[in-house]
């Protein structure tokens, strides 16, 4: 695979988004993010990224919708999916998904999520 990898965030919070877009990039992901589901669910759709992480408390639509949506998908089902939530992970963890990214979280987290997933390039940050 050349170039980037590339992650698709739908998360509404700018601050939170701004965060994922920077700790993500310095893991080797170009990130484009979405700050509502039907935004990020079409995006996904039109060119499958290699990761996508959605929020599950969204504006418009419930986040465990659209992941089970994503993952049904044959254009995204083989996309890991990380839940990004400030719930509990036992809450979630019958959602498909390949990961879960508590909130807050920082540089280490996301670096810690890249290695768990075993993505190319994961390596790029340092610490």
Not at 73 to 80: L, Q
Not at 88 to 109: E, H, I, V
Request: charged fraction near 30%.
């Amino acid at each position: 695979m050349g170039g980037a990898l590339r992650a698709v965030v739908i998360e509404d919070e700018e601050d939170l988004l701004d965060l994922l877009r920077g700790h993500l990039g310095r893991n080797g992901c170009a990130v484009s993010g979405y700050g509502t589901a039907e935004e990020g669910i079409a995006a996904a759709r039109a060119d499958p990224p290699d990761l996508i992480v959605v929020d599950v408390l969204l504006p418009d639509r419930d986040g465990r919708e659209v992941i089970r949506l994503l993952h049904d998908d044959p254009r995204t089902a083989a996309c890991p999916i990380v839940v990004c939530s400030v719930l509990d992970a036992d809450d979630l963890d019958d959602l498909p998904t390949a990961a879960f990214l508590a909130k807050p979280f920082g540089k280490a987290d996301v670096a810690e999520l890249m290695r768990r997933l075993a993505l190319p390039r994961a390596e790029v940050e340092g610490n």
